[in-house]
């Protein structure tokens, strides 16, 4: 059979406009597994609340981070597939979840190369019901509809193995080594509590609490909070950091809902307020830098900070197209189109 892969991220607006940016907004939060509620709810308050005013705040801030050659996240999406294409003999197709570049082209793309059996590699290091889940399910339901011969693989969260905790340790590290740092931040992208419960396969064991994520489950396998403290656990323990000069916090929270705490903005501002002057950020749930990081974390955090009295701040950039990573990739990948018997 001959294999291909299909590398998927979150996607983008077209361009900084506020009416494409609508447009991305509204496939993006009418998704199920984005905001989930009731269709009818979830029409009402995506359509008739968020989109009138929103867009046009978020193209304000993609405007400040836009490239020449488009968005931030695409562009390195793509640098990170030809990297990967070099190493790798079969195929590599890159598709968004939402927007312009959908799943269906992507997977259109290599059957046209005769491709008849994929492996969908979601670019997210932990599982969430609003970027693993929902891009399985969607090129799931895109096979049975569109290409029902297609053998599609997926491959799992990868939040715990221990050459991708190497590859983010030894970045912080490179991109450190040169800084005073009194503490490290690790700022994921936030869910809503309940989106924590409902991903719970055992039905009981997520209390969102001081100890669940810690205590071994079944759970963890889909648990968003438990993947994200593992990676600060893992990094911190390799790169030896010291007790109470690093923490976790969760960003881009949206709406009145509960969402995973402690919250990023609050934080830096703690961290401020007693006294830390030099920190450094690194957010590990994205690949690739884009307008979380590159706005909400790069220029709104550091806002707070030095008005909390801060005075250096340091973001870590994504692992990107860094060749570290584009060897992890392509080496995982490679093990796929080579299993060993
Ligand atoms: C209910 C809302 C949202 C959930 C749940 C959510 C989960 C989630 N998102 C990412 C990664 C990214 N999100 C990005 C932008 C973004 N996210 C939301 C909302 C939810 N995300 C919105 C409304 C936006 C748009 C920007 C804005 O208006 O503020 C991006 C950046 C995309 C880009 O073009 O650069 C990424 C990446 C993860 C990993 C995640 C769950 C774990
Ligand atoms: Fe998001
Ligand atoms: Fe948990």
Redo the contacts with the bound molecule.
């Keep these: 059979m001959k294999k291909g892969i299909l590398l998927v991220n ?4 077209d361009s900084p406009e506020p009416k494409d940016v609508k447009r991305y ?1 509204g496939e ?2 009418m998704d199920e597994r ?2 989930d509620i009731p269709f009818l709810a979830r029409t009402a308050l995506v359509k008739g609340i968020i989109l009138k005013t ?1 867009p046009k705040a ?1 193209a304000a ?2 405007k400040k981070i836009w490239w020449d050659e488009g ?3 695409i562009v390195i999406s793509e640098r990170l597939q030809h990297g990967i294409q070099q190493q790798v003999e079969a195929p590599v197709a890159l598709a968004m979840r939402y927007g312009s570049m959908t799943i269906k082209k992507g997977l259109q793309e290599l059957v046209d190369q005769g491709v008849e059996e994929v492996l969908l590699f979601p670019l ?1 290091p ?1 599982f ?1 019901m ?2 693993t889940e929902t891009i399985t399910v969607l090129a799931e339901a895109l096979r049975q509809e569109f290409f029902p011969k297609l053998k599609i693989e997926s491959v799992p969260a990868f939040y715990n193995k221990p050459d991708y905790i190497a590859v983010l340790s030894d970045s912080i590290k490179n991109h450190l080594a040169d800084k005073k740092v009194d503490h490290l931040l690790f700022s ?2 936030g ?2 509590e309940r ?1 924590i419960r409902k991903s719970d396969v055992t039905k009981s064991h997520c209390k969102i609490d001081g100890s669940c994520c810690a205590t071994p489950s079944k759970a963890h396998e889909f648990c ?1 909070r438990h993947q994200c403290l593992e990676v600060t656990r893992l990094v911190a323990e390799k790169l030896n950091l010291d007790e109470g000069t690093y923490s976790t916090s969760f960003q ?1 929270r ?2 009145f809902d509960p969402w995973l705490l402690p919250y990023t903005d609050r934080t830096i501002e703690r961290l401020g307020k007693d006294g830390i002057k030099n920190m450094a950020i690194v957010t590990p ?2 690949v690739s830098d ?3 990081t590159l706005e909400e974390i790069a220029m709104e955090g550091q806002e707070i900070f030095h008005e909390m009295g801060g005075q250096a701040f340091t973001t870590v950039p994504c692992l990107n197209d860094d060749k570290p990573f584009v060897d992890l990739l392509s080496n995982w990948i490679n093990t796929w189109l080579m299993p060993t018997t």
Excluded: D, M
């Design positions: 979150l996607g983008s607006p907004l993006f939060l984005v905001i929103r978020s801030a993609y968005s931030p996240l997210y932990q969430a609003a970027t994921y992208h869910v809503p989106h968003y881009s949206l709406g749930a994205f884009c307008l979380e």
